[in-house]
Structure formats: structure tokens, C-alpha cells
């Protein structure tokens, strides 16, 4: 374009400055996205919106001619930037609006295919197909701000308390938590995987000699199913620490990270996240209570939901103790321990080992599938958030344990090495950071808080 005329966009400020510093009578210019428009014969009235908030926009006939007709003709969501004088009005929203001297359209938008003010007017699917526009929507946008701060929370804890922050391979030559939610690749002339969690990786950390390290990252589960808890591609935090006592100090620290993660979200947007989500928590949090699971399976029996000692938790246990805990603890969270043989991975510490004067290898020959493991899952509102424990750091019993879950020591070989020269005794978890932004503003489905989610029909965008 020869010599770019109009508003300079370079003087632009963001719409909020206009509400909270901006001077009455001054001249600004503002840019962002046409959010209405009304036609009143001479007058047109835009709102405008960027990402710090939405102004009307005045623009008259009788002050310019040329703005004027670009306004009446705005299509929705285009890209406009306007320079105007800012004027009390009690009519307009925040109590200010801009009378527009010059209006410039940078992009024109086609007619829109989803309702951006009403989301809820459009099937998830669409909106998800549509993405870009759905963000668009304060609502929908906040989720993003919600967990950027959470994740900027737990990078934070995790500095200020001495882990190491690590970036571990996503293509992997082994599956990592077994079972079949694997995605296989082509690596080359060989098949390899896509990682399902930092796991054998972070404890390399630790036993490297980093001692207390952490990530967060991506994670790959070719999870078939569609609920609306999983996701085949998610957002891991994790951590690995050494020279533990027992697994309780795990649970400190994981304790800590979610009790700041939660605290951070609400100190920050507690009150827009009020505006937008009714059913989200924002009470502080207070110390989580720590069950064995055999005690949950008693409550829970009560409530005549009967599961067997080398059972795991489905999804109506854990939201059934979640109800429990809040009503008799009155927290949100809960910590449940000692899981069985049975439902843990291959690299769990069994109880059996853990005990004073266990002998290795004995304490860890056959386990039986509800042999107590030093392991725990915390819950959010009746669903599980994170997932960890102590390892088992005995090369002998890792044999044992890898072949008692059907599994190949074969292929663990270089991970079997690791704790022959020298592994502290260890533990660590992995929190999942769309569970718990989903579960903090209350959001029905996981999809909504993944900026671009993947699930077993979904690849595109
Ligand atoms: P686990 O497999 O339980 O444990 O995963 C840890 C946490 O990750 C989240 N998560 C998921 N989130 C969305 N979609 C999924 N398909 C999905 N799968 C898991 C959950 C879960 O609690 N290596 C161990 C952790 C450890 O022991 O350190 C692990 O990956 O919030």
C-alpha cells in the first residue's frame, strides 16, 4: 500500500488504559476486533474489543463522512483501528466511549460460522473446529489465562524450593507406564513411541545427580475412549526427588505446588472467574487429608459402593469419596494412599520394601494384586489430579517387578542400569494441568481447557 495513510497504529493503548487512566477530552487510538454494531441513521455505534476489554465506538456522519461509511458496513469480528476523543457517557458501557475522528479497516471478517457472544448456542465439536473464533470470547480465553498462571505458579514453587527444571525425550524407545495407550511411530527404519510421561526420564534426573528436578511438558496417551477426563495429548507437571524418607514427602510437595497452582489462579482472576464460571472453587485451601484406600473402600461401602482390596478407584468412587471428604474435612482435596500391586506400574515401591528390615530381593517376590504400594492420587473434586509415590530403586526387584507385569526386562535394560551405580531411594509425581484448571473453574469436559485438543476423532485444526 503506497505509504500506509490513516491512524497510526503504533500510538495505539490497550481499551482497559481508557477505563482506568485514560483522560477525559484526550485523543487515543485503539485497535482489536468489531465485538457489534448498531446503525442509527447518521450515527453507527461499534464496540470495539482487544484483550484487555471492549469500548464503544462512536462515529458520526456530521464528523466524518468517510469513517462513518466504513463503520455502517463493519462485519463482525473484523479488525479495526480508530482514533477518537474520549467523552463521558452515561449510556455506554464502563461509563466512557470514544468519538471517533478516523476509522481504518485492517481486516474484514466473513460472515461468522459459530456465535462467538453465545458459545453455549454451538455443540463443543463445532466450537472446537472453530477454535480461533471460540477464543475469542472472554469466557473461553480466561481458561488460558487460568492456566498459564497456573503453570507459571508451579514453575515458580518448584525454582523457589531447589528442583532443577529438565526437558526430557518425547520419542521414546520403550513405553513408560506400560499398557497399550501407546502411540507408535516410525523412527527411521524402527518403531518407537511417543512418551506417555517423563517417568524413567525424571528419575535419570535424580539418579544423574540433579537429586530434585521437574518438567512440564507434553504427554501421549492413546487413551480409545471418549470421556470427558482424558485427552491423548496433555500437559504433564512432574517431578522427581531424591534421598526420601518415605512417600509422605512426596505428598509434601505435591501438596505445596497445587495448593500454590490454585492459590496463584484465584489471587489473580478470582474475581473475572466469579463473573464467568459459577461453579468454580475459590476458597483457600486448606491442609488435604491423607486416606489409605482401604479405609476409602470402607466409606465407600458404607455408601453401598462395594470394590475389592487389588481394586483401583473408577470415576464414581472418586466422586463419590470426593463428596465425602468435603463434607467430613470440608476441603476440596484429598490425598489416597497405599494403592494396590495391582493398579500401580511396574517401578512402584511396594510396602512390602519400604518397612524397616524388609530384605531385598525377598520383599519383593510375589506380590501379590493387593499388596499395599507406596503410592497415592490426589483428588480435586472428586477427580483424580495427580498420580505418584516412591520407586523401586533395587535392580534385583525392578526384574522382578518389570517380568510380574508381564513386561520385558529386555527393553528396560538401560533403565535397569541406571540403579546399579548408585540410586538414591526416590519418588515423584505427575499432575495433569488441564485436570486441574478444569476442575478449579468446574468446566464439564477437559476438551475446553486444551487449547487445541486431541482426542481419537480429533487431529484437525
Ligand atoms: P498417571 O498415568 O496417573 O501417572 O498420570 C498422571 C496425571 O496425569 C493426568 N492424566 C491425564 N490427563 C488428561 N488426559 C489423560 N489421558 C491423562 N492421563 C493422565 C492425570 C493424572 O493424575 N508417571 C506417573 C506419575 C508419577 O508417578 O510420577 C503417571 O504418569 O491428572
Redesign the pocket.
Known sequence: MAGMPGVDISKRVPIRDLFERGEVGREYVVAGWVDAVRVHGGIVFVVLRDRSGRVQLVVKKNVSREAWQKARDLSLESVVVAKGRLVESKAALGGRELQVTELEVLAEADPLPIDIHEPEKTVLAKRLDWRFLDLRNPRNQLIFLVEAEMARAARQWFIEHGFVEIFTPKIVGSA??GGA?VFTVIYFDKPAYLA????LY?QMGVIAGFEKVFEIGP?F?A?PHHTT??????T?I???MGFIKSYEDVMDVVEGVVKAMIEAAIRKYGDVIREYFPDAWLEPVKEVPRIDIAEVKQLLAKKGKILSPEEDLDTEAERMIGEIVLEEYGSPLVFVKRYPWNAR?F??MPCTCAVEGAQYPECCRDLRPDTPTC?F??LFRG???????Q?QHNPQCLVEQIKQKGLNPENFKWYIDMFRFGAPPH??????????VMQLLGLKN?REARLVPRDPERLIP
Do not use: C, M, N
Open positions: 513408560t507406564e495407550e506417555q510421561s517423563p517417568q525424571k504427554a496417551r487413551e477426563r482424558h485427552l491423548t495429548e496433555y504433564s512432574d517431578f522427581e506400574p517401578y512402584t503410592s492420587d490426589l477427580l483424580e489430579i495427580a498420580t505418584g509415590g520407586r519418588g515423584g509425581a505427575g499432575i495433569g494441568l488441564e485436570r486441574v477437559i
